[in-house]
């Protein structure tokens, strides 16, 4: 049996096929307006997100029922106080129900706001369809940096630094 070597034509189509697919899955809301919200607290307040108009905030869509959310959760609990003195904002988003949240918080001693997505609207506008997912929304409104796995400490630093110049 033969086996016939591909045509140039047949490469260049499979190239563009994958580049294409690979352009088609960037993600859609970096450099745009970081999409507008108000949802409330785990203590029963509202936040919106213009409330934060001019400065830097890092948002953490996290569910209770993925481990890896929770371990994002637990890093950035852990780092925030230095990206808050660097001027950056963090706000933890818990997507889906409320059950057994505020426990969690508390038995963890999770010191982050906890704003509640529980019909995952703004989780949807950001794109978080997986969890973790932290967008990193520069003082001007636009989405600067996301990422949808486990963050090292130093590269939510690196990120801080991005949008603060500290």
């Known amino acids: 049996m033969k086996i016939r070597k591909p045509s140039n034509g047949a490469i260049l189509l499979f190239t563009g096929?994958?580049?294409?697919?690979?352009?088609?899955?960037?993600d859609s809301i970096l450099?745009?307006?970081a999409p507008p919200f108000t949802l409330p607290d785990i203590s029963g307040g509202k936040i919106?997100?213009?409330?934060?108009?001019?400065?830097?905030v890092l948002l953490l869509f996290w569910t209770m029922s993925s481990s890896e959310s929770?371990?994002?959760?637990h890093v950035l609990n852990r780092v925030a106080p230095d990206l808050r003195?660097?001027?950056?904002?963090?706000?933890s988003v818990k997507v889906g129900t409320t059950g057994g949240v505020a426990d969690y918080l508390?038995?963890?001693?999770?010191q982050l706001r906890t704003l509640l997505d529980t019909e995952a609207e703004v989780a949807r506008a950001y794109g978080a369809a997986d969890v973790p997912r932290l967008v990193l929304i520069g003082p001007d409104g636009l989405v600067k940096r996301t990422a949808s796995a486990e963050t090292p400490d130093n590269v939510l630093r690196e990120w801080a630094a991005s949008v603060t110049g500290s």
Do not use: C, N, T
């Open 17 to 26: 096929i994958v580049f294409g697919g690979l352009y088609l899955m960037r």
């Open 106 to 110: 508390r038995d963890y001693k999770i």
């Open 31 to 33: 450099s745009e307006p």
């Open 48 to 56: 919106s997100l213009s409330s934060y108009s001019g400065r830097p």
């Open 70 to 73: 929770r371990r994002e959760l």
């Open 85 to 91: 003195s660097r001027g950056l904002e963090v706000l």
